[in-house]
């Protein structure tokens, strides 16, 4: 199974007033993000499931992602990728899919940070996700501790020139 993790795109910053589950994305976050996104269509990358997390930034990341990659399933929304989840409650959730050919979960840090590291394998390690970053992890077997394969790791600076 492929398995993308991808960050949200730049947010509108928290206010009074504000939840931080009804931060929207910014225009600028929005066309960094669409230009990242394309990169991976014009590698043809399928997604069979795309999971997302509840709050709003992830979910408008999500839509965009569902547009530019083609994806004509449904975005499934779950707790196990909101931002102060257990990267083992992602793991399982990954696990409950194990029949997708490929997964895309849209998320948030600090759980992001902390989960490339632990799909590898290596727990210690941090992978620095930047926001509209995309890592993709393979895996061949779903023991009860993951150990992915590092393919690539695509920060939006790359695509746009920008970070």
Do not use: C
């Amino acid at each position: 199974m492929e398995v993308y993790l991808l960050r949200h795109g730049i947010a509108e910053e928290g206010r009074s007033g504000l939840s931080d589950a009804d931060r929207a994305l910014t225009q600028d976050g929005r066309r960094k993000l669409r230009r990242t996104l394309d990169a991976l269509s014009e590698a043809d990358v399928q997604i069979s499931l795309m999971l997302t997390s509840p709050l709003k930034r992830a979910v408008q990341t999500a839509e965009i992602a569902q547009e530019a990659l083609g994806y004509k399933g449904k975005l499934v929304r779950t707790q196990a990728l909101s931002p102060n989840s257990r990267v083992e409650d992602v793991w399982q959730e990954i696990r409950s899919h194990r029949d997708e050919s490929a997964l895309m979960l849209v998320g948030h840090n600090p759980l992001f940070d902390a989960l490339g590291g632990y799909l590898l394998g290596a727990r210690d390690v941090q992978i620095d996700m930047k926001k509209g970053s995309i890592v993709r992890i393979d895996f061949e077997h779903f023991p009860p501790h993951p150990r992915g394969i590092l393919r690539w790791l695509l920060i939006p600076k790359l695509v746009t020139g920008t970070s």
